[in-house]
């Protein structure tokens, strides 16, 4: 078995590998911007001010995923990660851990009355983990995004809110505060979409960056064998080996630990006169996506090191101090 210290030397060396031989000068470069957006541990913080990261998602055929998500962002470092799901869910979801937040209110006329509420005191939004497809959901998703568009609320779409959203395009154009973070098929249905026609086998680089700008420079993570991120202006591949084992819900890990990132970088971004961050090089959007991609692409190698094809999301999740400590610190 694998300690804790075994781990940490040997992430932080392949890491150290990754920047010196293989990583790119554009990976060097977004590295140290995240280091710099990552906040400071201190005593005079208050509970809080680390990130408030709230998911909406969670259905009685989905329990799992909204979980993920709400672990890997306070596993990140978010300090409350509440999940607002479909009555159904919250018992279940509620069994998962004593961490956890959990509104049974994702359902007509209830939640409707306490959205505005809910975004007074959220920095980040994650819609889709678990949402499932009912309509009357979709129709309280659309909701949601549109006040939380009016609020200029930071926003990560997944899983069925792709979905939800791919036929609903309007609501995603232009808002530069929004991840969409499509697995290869996503991608290609929502290409198919914006575009207008089939997604063909091309530069991976060059289609990411041109739905990106169709949508109006809302960010995108094309999750694949390489992560491929995009804003429409700039474009980064997320490389960093991780294993062959890809386990189901490290997509939900992936969208907790970006909403996390998202709200350090914008934090960061609002204080930049005090920073030497870059403005002009990668976007707040751009860099929190680069960030959680490592990470989870890290917290993958380190399970399979330890569990190889028995790895599981689990096994992830208790790798996530040692990868980002690997990371960022």
Known sequence: MVGFGDALQSATSQFQQFLTLGGKPSNRMATRMVRDCVPQMSFKRQKGSYGKICIIGGSFEYTGAPYFSAISAMKTGADWAPIVCHPTAAPVIKSYSPELTVYPSLEDGFFQSKIDTLLRHIDVAILGPGLGRDPSTGRLATIFLEKARERQLPVVIDADGLHFFSE???LLQGYTRLILTPNETEFGQLYEKVIGKSLEQSDVEETTLHLAQK???????????????SDGRTVIQCDLLNSPRRCAGQGDLLTGAVATFLHWTYDRFSKQEN??????????????????CCLIRQCNKLAFQKCSRSTTTANMV??????FHSLFE
Not at 275 to 292: E, M, N, Q, W
Not at 318 to 323: F, L
């Open 168 to 170: 609903n395009l309007q």
């Open 215 to 229: 949508l109006d420079y809302v960010t995108i993570v094309r999750k694949g064998t390489q992560d491929v991120i």
């Open 275 to 292: 920073t030497t961050l870059a403005s002009d090089s990668y976007s707040a959007p751009v860099l929190a996506a680069f960030a959680a």
């Open 318 to 323: 208790g790798e996530i101090q040692a990868a």
